[in-house]
């Protein structure tokens, strides 16, 4: 078979027996690929679907129904090491499908198995386009800018000519709160992984106190980063409420926010969890494309993006809320262009506001 030729189900008889599909990015990328996940189940449902994913990111996909085994490799390690991954995946498999557009997915799905569907970049004319072609038996281009993170991934699906299952489907775990949580009360995430996705301390403090005074009990939820839970102790300090950062896994994380009257987050894995819970959820967003990144929200089929590139909006159980400015969203890592930056477009975002648009989604 020639690079860029499709692999249609219909090449494959048998059914493909055991199936691969690599997601070697973060948390995010990989909850977001569990509808292409669960494309191949019902497509094949007597076939067996791994998923290779980073050694950390494995959380997002327990008590996945759609998964079989998760094998969760370290994202960085010497190349002795990486030669023992490929070795111990060597022709494994019927079909790899490598969801990002990675030369490192790329290289797991070509070691793999006979065939091999994947990304080959943002166009095959680029730079190196041929070289990542030749890891490839079906090579598509990779849409970084007008398409959907979940939309992308489903387009692996219809290249395999099955239909697609567009849910986004979260971690599960026992079902439990935590110890002193009980309904009704809403969640809040105020720490994102860079700073360029943040708001500022003094709204969160605003909103969780706007909250209470609505009945609601509030709970701050966030990472095990020492960094991560000080800045959420500090908030629930001075609003009073509790701080739960640090102390769950993401299966926790999501039996939490499936009982939340309201979640509120950046653009993060959280917000992303809580949408697809069913549960209202106000994502704020700034200089990060909502076309790409926004919050699949539950029920949502598409087909396409349910977001526009500019502006705020509501479909489903999730509202989006753009910060201000014609520059907005610009794609870039802070207004200082570093990750570590602030994004004037969220720092500057009101409380008011934001309080305004969380009582209207409890209020519906």
Not at 73 to 80: A, F, L, T
Not at 178 to 190: N, Q, T, Y
Not at 298 to 327: K, T
Request: a neutral charge; one cysteine or more.
């Amino acid at each position: 078979m020639t690079p860029s030729s499709p692999v249609p189900a219909a090449m494959f008889h048998p059914s493909p027996r055991r199936i691969l599909v690599i997601c070697t990015r973060r948390i995010g990328d990989v909850l977001l690929t569990t509808p292409l996940m669960g494309s191949l189940r019902r497509a094949w449902p007597e076939a067996e679907v791994h998923a290779l994913v980073f050694r950390g990111t494995e959380g997002v996909l327990a008590g996945n129904p759609d998964i079989d085994r998760v094998i969760a490799v370290p994202e960085r390690s010497r190349w002795q090491q990486r030669l023992k991954e490929l070795a111990g995946l060597w022709k494994r498999y019927d079909l790899a499908v490598s969801a990002v557009p990675s030369d490192r997915a790329r290289i797991y799905g070509w070691a793999s198995a006979r065939h091999r569907l994947g990304f080959a970049g943002e166009a095959p004319a680029e730079a190196g386009g041929e070289a990542r072609n030749f890891w490839l038996d079906d090579a598509l281009p990779f849409d970084d800018l007008h398409t959907h993170t979940v939309d992308m991934a489903l387009q692996l699906a219809d290249r395999l000519g099955i239909p697609r299952v567009g849910e986004v489907v979260p971690p599960r775990g026992d079902g439990s709160l935590p110890a002193g949580v009980s309904a009704p009360f809403a969640v809040l995430h105020p720490y994102p992984k860079f700073n360029y996705k943040m708001w500022r301390p003094e709204g969160w403090v605003a909103l969780a106190r706007a909250l209470q005074e609505r009945g609601l009990a509030v709970w701050l939820s966030g990472g095990p980063e020492a960094a991560e839970v000080d800045y959420c102790r500090a908030i629930a300090a001075e609003a009073g409420v509790g701080s739960l950062a640090g102390q769950l896994s993401l299966a926790a994380t999501t039996d939490l926010l499936r009982q939340a009257r309201l979640f509120v987050g950046p653009d993060t894995a959280a917000s992303h969890l809580a949408a697809a819970c069913g549960i209202p959820t106000l994502a704020l967003f700034g200089p990060s494309n909502p076309v790409k990144w926004g919050p699949w929200p539950a029920g949502w089929q598409g087909p396409g993006s349910p977001w526009a590139f500019v502006g705020s909006g509501r479909v489903g159980n999730v509202q989006l809320l753009q910060g201000a400015g014609d520059c907005v969203p610009c794609r870039l890592e802070g207004c200082d262009r570093h990750t570590a930056s602030y994004s004037r477009c969220l720092t500057e975002m009101t409380a008011e506001r934001v309080i305004e648009a969380a009582l209207g989604m409890l209020s519906d």
